[in-house]
């Protein structure tokens, strides 16, 4: 587990901090997405992965802020459990996930958006991804958008991240919430 302040170091020394991320900075998004995983009380090594769940590029956001070539420095910050997830949300196929967001597997199969490989995660590990993409999901909607961002299934991802434990009328109903985010 690496405190904040190191994630935010490391975004700052490696340059990526201010590179525009709809309409704010990564550092901004990041953060938020941070505060909304640590608000919702998951576990350290989620919300460190939570930070940097795009920073490798993502199928809807494809500006590569840090390349996959420097994953062992990641790992070395976050620590590989926290990895895992920052890998599977950079290069899921999207459609592969929420296609098994109903799904009550102990193993699940995502495609790689690029090579066309699986990213294998145990159950609990898809559970903290679907955490994680709400938590995205909810940042942009709240405070980028305005307006539910199409082909995004919430309500499915809520379901889904509250088994991992989150409470998912606590997810959708975050409206007095978001203002705390908001001035973060």
């Known amino acids: 587990m690496a405190a904040f302040i190191d994630l935010v170091n490391f975004l700052t020394t490696n340059g990526l901090a201010s590179t525009p991320h709809k309409g704010r900075t990564y550092l901004g998004h990041s953060t938020r997405v ?13 919300c460190d992965a939570a930070f940097f769940q795009s920073v490798y590029g993502t199928q809807i956001w494809q500006r590569k802020t840090l390349p996959i070539e420097q994953r062992s420095v990641l790992i070395d910050l976050i620590g590989e459990k926290a990895e895992r997830l920052v890998f599977a949300s950079c290069f899921m196929d999207r459609e592969s996930f929420y ?10 199969s995502l495609e790689h958006r690029n090579k066309g490989e699986r990213i294998t995660l145990t159950r609990h590990q898809f559970d903290e991804l679907a955490t994680i993409q709400l938590a995205d999901f909810l940042q942009e909607y709240l405070f980028v958008n305005g307006s539910l961002l199409r082909n995004t299934p919430v309500e499915a991802l809520a379901k889904r991240a509250s088994r991992g434990g989150l409470n998912a009328l606590r997810c959708i109903m975050l409206e007095g919430y978001a203002q ?3 001035a973060a």
């Open 99 to 108: 296609e098994q967001l109903h799904d009550n597997k102990k193993t699940f």
């Open 34 to 46: 941070y505060i909304c995983m640590k608000g919702w009380g998951c576990a350290d090594h989620s």
């Open 180 to 182: 705390t985010l908001w």
